[in-house]
């Protein structure tokens, strides 16, 4: 199965998203870039949802609400997912493709609760002639073409990947990379093939035995009751074999918890850590509150006053230039008026004696003179103040202090503040946990469960002893019966149809056998040898060297999967492995069986890189990104990938990517984002980005750290 | 420097009600640095310039429906503020602009609940006012 688009409309914060996906053989790669909360996940659930509906989400999922927690309460949201996809049908040698829809009507109610009306499910066949709707068989089709206990192969997540091996005990990983093998070698089919033949094989001796008469009859019967003995007694061995390696892992698990303790380090140490860092966080908070304060001066100060309206402040100084510029300010003429009239000649020469024109003249002008006054006398003032604050302005601004330099550097000074922040608050919640593991109710509930456990594995190990006895009898004795019942059939008048048919069933179930065989021992060894060369690759360890870590993983009898390393030791992949080496190994495991199985299908990895670096990250990549050999079945690789976890892939990514897009949040502006979109409600957009670009809608403030280039839109 | 006189001390600044009940509270405050804010004036004031630079004034509505928050004596804490004043007096009326103190209040009130609208919407709901309003501001306007 490919994916070849998706339409996501109401789902979470994805309100009306459109994705393409790869189809090219060669670059089988689609990167949905996506920062945290920016839709990755929901993504992931939408098209888990669009398969499976709810019962396909994580069990934790499956109650939340679909739609947007900004949706508005008592008005019913349409949820919709169309899915368009390609499934290739061995049997008939040709690709079909489908268009599926789910959609359901879900009403957010208040406190939380939500209202869903019916789901409903369209399946459409997509031909040249138009489209082929499957009627009531279409959920049962989908499950089939997408089989949803391969959902937890083809989508999920970096955490997940790494738990598919770490994280329980050790029988329950073999169950799932049993789980894994069965379904996707397809032994599942083959077993119950084989159990309907054992079937047959049982009716048809109780036949033969009917038709030989009493005594060949009651052998069978009694072959027949010591069989499902035996056959109990060994399910009752595994029961109890299995339950004492869980209790065994479990107390091996409690023996490393408890060794790790001691190993945590000196309380002493961990809480003077913590107090350094408690001190630093302070401090930081305080740098905090100061970066605002100083923002808060920035938007009171005179400066922003300049900046915003310096047109309208400078259209008003001009005013009183022009003035200036007239001589009306300064407005000293009245005092050189009252001058020449005391000295009763005018400037000219002209006398301005008492009676004269000329002193009636001046006169009038300076008692025109003294009524303005005051409005001179102000505006000369406000002139000489004005042109000082404008002086002021521009050196601030000449010397980088004006109000577009203050709101630049304060803005990156928080950001510099809260990174820090963010980066002590994760370093004491760490060492907070550390000291957590020392607690010494901790220590004592552990050891105590070590004692119980260790009886409780002491029992077990005496019951399977006295199975195993009980076991030995029971196969002297079936073994017994059966040569009875093979001389007494002999000697009985039976059919040769009869014979014959109960011969076909066990010559068949034979058959079943040596296939279930061969698939269990040859194909699981070729899958182990690939998953073996995949890993070694990606960790970059060489079997043939000295010093070479690892030396080779491989499935085991019991479907194991076992880490050898230098000097014959194994690993347990639990404890012993790096968070980055877990992640590789299934990815590897994943890969090789994939592969080795020929499926055909997307692979759909939220995350997949997290706790990875440098060149580990660098050949995960490449091996899950491969273009298909030319033997290989057609794959698709679907990467929901932060900047971080693209940063030193890009050369990689262009050779690999055959669609790349970029997923965004409203919500994310302004801590994060640059531009705000104007949407009031958050909201997931889709851009055209590829890795190595960022636009008007995705662009964040530390998008310098990634070296990407602005696309304009 | 010379003392800037103060023409302004006996007009009364004021807010429309509805701002002044749902935000004013939110957006200054003495001693909490992130709401933007420390005194209603550098609220006042920063209204003003948005609204000046949006190029609208909003019309007060009746004495009723306003509420007085200061009287233009504090423009004297910020003398910048009189002369910045003054300059917009001169920019609206021409020569005779500094005639009319109670005026250019009037007018500096319109605008200033021009932009006192805007920063209400810009920072309602916001985590962190304070940052969210100087990034705003430069980025609606730039």
Known sequence: MRLISAHIRNFKLLEDVELDFSTDPQRPLTIIRAENGAGKTSLLYALLWSFYGSEGLPRDARGLRLTSTASQIDIPVPVQVRVEFDYFDATAGRHTRYRLIRSVTETPRSDDRHDRGAPGLRLFRVTRRGDEEIGDGAQALVLKLVPPRLSKIFFTNGDDVQQFISGFASTERQESVHEAIRLLLGLEQLEIARQDLAGASRIFKREIARAGGTGLSKIQQRLEKAQEELEKLRRALTHTTERRNRIGEAVRKDDRALAGIKGVGNLEEINARIEALRLDIADLERRELGVLSAMRQVLQGETLSWHLIEDKLSDGLHVLDNLSDRNVIPGTSIEVLRDRLELAECICGESLEGGTEHHAHVTALVAEQEEVAPRRAKQTETWHHARRSHAVHASRVQEGRGFSELRRSSLADYTDVRHRLEAKSGDLRAEKARRGLIDEERVRRLTDRIGRNEKKKRDAQAEIGRLNGQIQGAEVSVSQLEDQYGKAEQKAKVGASLRTKREVAEDLMDVADKILGILKTEKIQVVSDRMNDLFLDIVGSDPDAEVSVFRRVFINDRFDIVIEVSGGRTLDPDFELSGAQQRALTLAFIWALMEVTGREAPRIIDTPLGMTSGGVKKRVVEMITAPRSKEGADFQVVLLMTRSEIRDLEPLLDDRAGVALTLSCSKDYPRDLVNDWGIPRPIVRRCECGHREVCKICQRRYDEQHALVFRET | ?142
């Not at chain 2, 209603?40 to 509505?61: E, H």
């Not at chain 2, 003398?79 to 001169?90: G, S």
């Not at chain 2, 209040?105 to 309003?133: F, K, N």
Request: glycine letters at 10%; proline letters at 5%; hydrophobic letters at 40%.
């Open chain 2, 1 to 142: 420097m010379a003392t800037i006189l103060n023409p302004y001390a006996n007009q009364d600044l004021f807010w429309p009600s509805e701002f002044h009940e749902n935000h004013v509270e939110a957006l200054q405050g003495r001693g909490d640095v992130r709401k933007p804010f420390r005194r209603q004036i550098d609220l006042w004031w920063c209204a003003l310039c948005l609204g000046v630079r949006m190029g609208q004034r909003t019309r007060l509505g009746p004495r009723a429906k306003l509420v007085k928050f200061n009287d233009g004596g504090i423009l004297s804490s910020d003398p910048w503020r009189i002369t910045h004043l003054e300059l917009l007096a001169l920019a609206e009326f021409g020569e005779e602009g500094l005639d009319n103190p109670s005026g250019t209040i009037q007018m500096a009130s319109e605008y200033a609940a021009t932009g006192a609208r805007v920063i209400g919407e810009i920072c309602m709901g916001a985590a962190e006012p304070t940052l969210t309003l100087l990034t705003r501001l430069a980025d609606d306007l730039d």
